[in-house]
């Protein structure tokens, strides 16, 4: 099942690599994007075949058009807002068969993107993604 993501609660907590480079396409804030090996720019990744899968990681801004600067974390925390509210610690989020979406179960080609994890801001610990490409 794909998670519902909305772009403007997409940030960054702790960034260990990322990759910056332009946009193939109308990217979103929260989606997965890979390398396209043609042009050199990002485009929506998606877990239909080993090609698409080819995650370089998880967009933290997006691209309105082709040609317009992302930054994708490859390694690192991410808030997702409320995106990750009924997963359970620990548990894996995986690439979808959907372009540029993250599911509670594996695509075609299975695909760990990260792992729930707390963040102990509050008495109640928010969930956020830890990404590990």
Not at 35 to 62: Q, Y
Not at 107 to 121: A, D, H, I, K, Q
Request: net charge negative.
């Amino acid at each position: 099942m794909a998670l519902t993501i909305t772009a403007a609660e997409v940030a960054p907590v702790e960034v260990f690599e990322q990759w910056t480079g332009p946009a193939a396409e109308v990217i979103t804030a929260g989606q997965m994007v890979r390398l396209d090996t043609t042009t050199g720019k990002a485009t929506l990744s998606n877990g239909t075949t080993a090609a698409e899968a080819r995650c370089r990681g998880i967009a933290i801004n997006g691209a309105s058009a082709a040609g317009i600067t992302i930054t994708a974390v490859k390694a690192g925390v991410i808030d997702l807002g409320d995106a990750l509210g009924d997963l359970a610690f620990d548990q894996a989020v995986y690439l979808d068969n959907t372009d540029g979406a993250l599911g509670t179960a594996a695509g075609t080609v299975s695909l760990v993107v990260g792992r729930v994890v707390p963040s102990w801001g509050y008495t109640t610990a928010d969930k956020l993604l830890h990404v590990d490409l």
